[in-house]
């Protein structure tokens, strides 16, 4: 079976200011960067599934400004002209960072990350310092986490994030400048800051790709075996190329092995594990290691996509006795029902929901809760009227949260030379993407991505440095994701013009529970913040 190695590149406080002119290069070649965080932690969970959207952002806002992101994951891609149309460059950055401000950790983020490897002695030995808010003094000529912040505002190309409401929010306040009070003055920020736009995985993996789960393993994966399916019918498909780095610099790389399947996947004579209905639907289980479940990816496609061909040939079959029953009398209608016909014979156009999942799950993964309904489309009411989250669910999730955030609340606050800390950004909104263990029904939730997965199986290779749960990676999953998903779209539209990168998930961030995206935009009725526009002058002046 054919295997990848992913090359993700470990920066740190040593090496930093070796790999500035790389790093800086690769944003400014790159044709798109996607950006993947993590936190030590979010605070209260009930307020990040306020139904106000204005409530949302005030929460996140309080935990930007208490808590801090602990690495930063950037995957620059960059278009081959001179190969297919498809073909990518792709550069990995896994930076470890520490604030030099005191900031909260949360129990539940440091288990986390010491549970998936994260080195917190790295982090407190070799991370690179950076401090939150406003800029002090003239910080854009140095080489600092900031002023590399600067450099991918200054390149001007599409952002992609994974759920990324969060992940704005805390760049901002952690990289950019303090907060703004209002939404509306910071997506009017945003949206002069990435001019090229902004894209959200989590957004396109359900309203373009209409995938049944869109947590970034399971779109990750679900788009690289469409691929694979794609290149061996001789269609066109995506091709991801990296750089092969000197030898001097392989003690801080760090190579992710990646396959199609694991190879643990269809072994012969395995008694067969059933698929955890949570964990499916959203990637997240609350019984964790004592899930008697499987949890592995490549089983839950498998699952979804018997289900789905199964239910097609019964609705096609159902359509093709109709059809032989009616009265052919309905030839004017014909013009223009090619359409119509497609969705009899297929299904809804809308994503197939996830049937085998009876209830939802725990609100630690809060970002994979998306209860809408099917028959609503997605533009059919605004921001401020949109189908909110049922009673019952909600009192489901509440009670849910009241045993979960009795850890979560018990945080305490260090300074950067206390102990170490960790990130829960997986578990919650933007963030509950947790990689399982593939193959094994008595860790499911251990670490499994496809790199992560040849990190701890294959004896012969280089053991990963970092741990199994890196930004880096999860970065390069996103950007992988985004690149399938331009390339269905530029395959289906020709006409690419002038307009926007990808038109239909342009400045659109994912919000839980709701059936319409948060919309970057500059409002008539908002103005940019005094912060934002004062480093913006800065920033071209110094360029």
Known sequence: MARWRVPVVDVQSDNFTELWPSMVLALRTATFVAVDTELSGLGARKLLLSPCIEERYKAVCSAARTRSILSLGVACFKQLPEKSENTYLCQIYN??????????????????????????????????PYHKGNDKGNENQSQSVRTFFLELIRAKKPLILHNGLIDLVFLYQCFYAHLPDSLGTFTADLSEMFPAGIYDTKYASEFETRFVASYLEYAYKKCKRENCKLK???????????????????????????????????GAGETKVPVCEKFSAYGWCPKGVKCPQSHNIDLIIDEDDRIWEEKRKKRKKKWKCRKNTEEPAKAVGQEGSGKEMELAQNGEEGPPPKQNCYEPAAAVELAEITPRSEDTPLEENSMDMESEISSDARARWEEDLSSTEGTAQV????????????????????????????????????????????????????????????????????????????????????????????????????????????????????????AHSQKMKLAWASE
């Open 411 to 530: 945080a305490a606050a260090v300074s950067p030379s206390a102990v170490g800390n960790a990130s829960d950004s997986d578990q919650v909104e933007g963030k509950s993407d947790v990689p399982a263990q593939e193959g094994s029904a008595n860790h499911p939730d251990l670490p499994e991505t496809e790199a992560a997965c040849a990190a701890g199986k294959e004896g012969h290779d280089p053991p990963s440095q970092g741990g199994t749960h890196r930004a880096g990676f999860d970065a390069f999953m996103t950007g992988y994701v985004m690149a399938y998903v331009w390339m269905l779209h530029k395959g289906k539209h020709t006409d690419t013009g002038a307009g926007p990168w990808l038109p239909d998930c342009h400045n659109k961030l994912y919000l839980s529970g709701k059936s319409v995206p948060l919309q970057i935009v500059k409002s008539l009725f908002s103005k940019s913040s005094k």
């Open 95 to 128: 930076l470890t960072l520490l604030c030099m401000e005191d900031y909260i950790v949360e129990p539940q983020s440091v288990q986390f990350l010491v549970q998936h490897g994260f080195d917190f002695n790295k982090q407190y030995s070799q991370g690179i």
């Open 232 to 266: 061996d019918s001789s269609s066109q498909h995506l091709t991801v190329e990296f750089c092969n780095y000197p030898a001097n610099m392989s003690h801080y790389i760090d190579y992710r092995h990646c396959s199609l399947e694991e190879e643990s996947h269809n």
